[in-house]
């Protein structure tokens, strides 16, 4: 702790109310006009009222979350200490609440209904959860009291509302908001909601990810103001010098912070050749970078011995948890059922008030995603046949028996969240065997019918860019399509660079070599494809060795839905084995 704060640290409810009021906490920020907060709970508003514990779906088709418990160790400290995780999760076809401990306690859902909810924090005496929701359009802020059961709305704008934290007291919340096609740093009080938000950071810049330190006087948080993201302290009790950067580079994005719970260090996400948990110091300018692992998105065990972190892997997701003193594993990779976007972890109270709410409320399994019928009959060989794809544009429109229902339900989904139909005009659906093979692609998954190329165009056209993720030495990509309603109610905010193939023709020398650059993210709201497509079974592929130089290399617009097929598996399903051994140039004697 920093010498000084030693009394601000005892007293700090006193401390922040003062600062607050007379206005030396944030001094010359403006408060922030277009938040309207919502006095009281709405007239009518739907109070959350059930919780459900998730049990397997099949594999494809609604992928819930099923993660396997760890046995409890001897001697380990009890549930009440070890606490839960609170997670947002995608969960069907919205991303949905679930609390989890590897050893205490199974995945169970807390939300289940037609909307997205997101960015838990948990507040310090564990009796309330903050988090994001869409459920009347655009992205609001909530919070649901475990004990009394009910749910306050917190703002109430056009805006779109991202990561939250508490106050060390749980008197005000402090997140960041887009506006203006930027993102600031807003807190408000969560006690007093006739009280205006204070915008804590004002500028051109983006300012997000806030976590406010456990002795209240300062606030970590991620800002692209010296040109790539990195962490910057805003020290709430220093209007005169207030922002401070702790670590940064020109080659490397930092993003994520989280205080340890001793306010001594914060562990926050690198993102350079890898994406990898590192610690910082932010008080000891000397000490130099500690990497703990593999992972982003760190969160500390409430007792600080340990960090939890998303692996998040070219078509999965995992978490895993290491040791702080000798960074080994503390919890080995879990899978988890879905992507996971954010998580909090706190003790005591919590999992008490967590058992009883989930003792008194049940939520209903989301429906299935799709379900596979057989439009042909498989022929004598069990073979698979290939069916029409209705109204869709393509050279073959054409797909597997075994996977068109998952595209038609998936073309539906998009467009739906989206507003316009990505999935209606396609580079490519299935491939004909007779088709000259594209060079370097030995096992095409168009061939297979069970891969779908996306149009180029709205890549052209600047509605569609991709991200670059990097996992263990192969390339992948995000692809993001752009929404086509620009006010928060669909998609989100970019926060990292992006990755500009085009710039491969600019004339620069270096663009040319490494295959395209990158590229600070564009303005606006844009959805994860890759996400959803994921829902579905879909998977990306990997770049090929001579993406730099091939564009048809990167695969970035490839998708497909293996089922734990091979490629030559997934071919014998439709082809006769001599017309796959011709295609690839094999001689077989079965």
């Not at 277009?34 to 009281?40: D, I, K, L, Q, R």
């Not at 023709?505 to 994921?534: C, I, Q, R, V």
């Not at 997934?570 to 001689?587: C, F, K, N, S």
Request: glycine letters at 6%; a negative charge; one cysteine or more.
């Amino acid at each position: 702790m920093k010498p000084g704060n030693h009394v601000i640290a005892k007293h700090f409810s006193l401390y922040l109310v003062v600062f607050l009021i007379t206005g030396l906490l944030l001094g010359a920020c403006k408060p922030k006009v277009t938040e309207t907060p919502t006095p009281t709970e709405p007239a009518g508003y739907p109070t959350i009222e059930k919780s459900y514990i998730a049990t397997p779906a099949q594999t494809g088709v609604n992928p819930t979350a099923t993660a396997t418990l760890l046995p409890v160790s001897q001697g380990n400290s009890s549930a009440a200490n070890a606490g839960l995780i609170i997670l947002a999760m995608s969960d069907g076809a919205y991303k949905h609440l679930f609390a989890y401990h590897p050893s205490y306690m199974a995945m169970t859902r807390l939300t289940a209904d037609a909307w997205d909810d997101d960015s838990p924090a948990i507040s310090p005496d564990g009796s309330k959860i903050a988090f994001t929701s869409n459920r009347f359009g655009t992205r609001e802020i909530y919070i649901l009291d475990l004990v009394s059961n009910t749910l306050t709305q917190m703002t109430n704008s056009p805006a779109y509302e991202g990561t939250i934290d508490w106050s060390p007291d749980g008197s005000y919340i402090v997140y960041d908001v887009y506006q203006n096609e930027h993102f600031d740093l807003v807190i408000q009080s969560v006690n007093d909601q006739a009280e205006a938000p204070i915008q804590l950071t004002d500028g051109t810049t983006n300012n997000f990810q806030p976590s406010w330190s456990p002795d209240g006087s300062e606030i970590a948080f991620v800002s692209d103001r010296s040109g790539r993201n990195a962490i910057w302290l805003a020290r709430l009790q220093n209007p005169d010098d207030r922002f401070i950067e702790v670590v940064g580079s020109t080659n490397a994005d930092y993003t994520n912070p989280v205080w340890s719970p001793n306010g001594t260090k914060l562990a926050v996400s690198r993102h350079q050749n890898n994406i990898e948990i590192v610690l910082i110091e932010p008080h000891e300018s000397s000490k130099e970078l500690l990497v703990i692992g593999s992972g982003e998105n760190p969160a500390w065990m409430p007792d600080g011995s340990g960090i939890l972190a998303t692996l998040r892997l070219p078509n999965e997701t995992e978490i895993v948890a290491y040791s702080v003193t000798d960074r080994h594993l503390m919890l080995p990779p879990i899978p988890m059922g879905g992507s996971i976007s954010e998580y909090d972890w706190n003790s005591g109270a919590l999992v008490q008030n967590i058992q009883s709410w989930v003792s008194k409320n049940s939520l209903p399994q989301p429906s299935l995603l799709w379900t596979d019928v057989a439009t042909q009959s498989a022929n004598a060989n069990s073979r698979r046949g290939l069916v029409d794809l209705p109204n869709v544009t393509a050279p073959q429109a054409l797909l597997s028996d075994a996977v068109d229902d998952s595209f038609i339900a998936m073309r539906s989904l998009v467009n739906q969240k989206i507003g316009w139909d990505l999935l209606a005009t396609l580079d490519n659906a299935v491939i004909p065997p007779t088709s000259a093979p594209m060079p370097g692609i030995p096992e095409n998954w168009l061939y297979t019918g069970r891969a779908i190329g996306l149009n180029l165009a709205p890549y052209e056209a600047g509605w569609m860019v991709v991200s670059r993720e990097t996992f263990a030495g192969n390339i992948f990509w995000r692809v993001w399509v752009k929404c086509k309603l620009q006010d928060g109610s669909c998609g989100e905010p970019l926060q990292t660079p992006i990755w500009d193939f085009r710039s491969r023709t600019s004339g620069e020398a270096l663009a040319y070599e490494n295959g395209g650059e990158f590229k600070p993210p564009p303005a606006g709201y844009w959805f994860d494809f890759t996400d959803l497509a994921s829902r579905f079974g879909w998977q990306r592929l990997p770049a090929l060795n001579n993406w730099k130089s091939y564009f048809q290399g990167t695969q970035f617009s490839i998708f497909a839905l293996k089922q734990d097929l091979t490629w030559q598996q997934a071919m014998l399903e439709i082809y006769p084995r001599e017309q796959v051994d011709l295609l690839t140039g094999v001689t077989s004697e079965n």
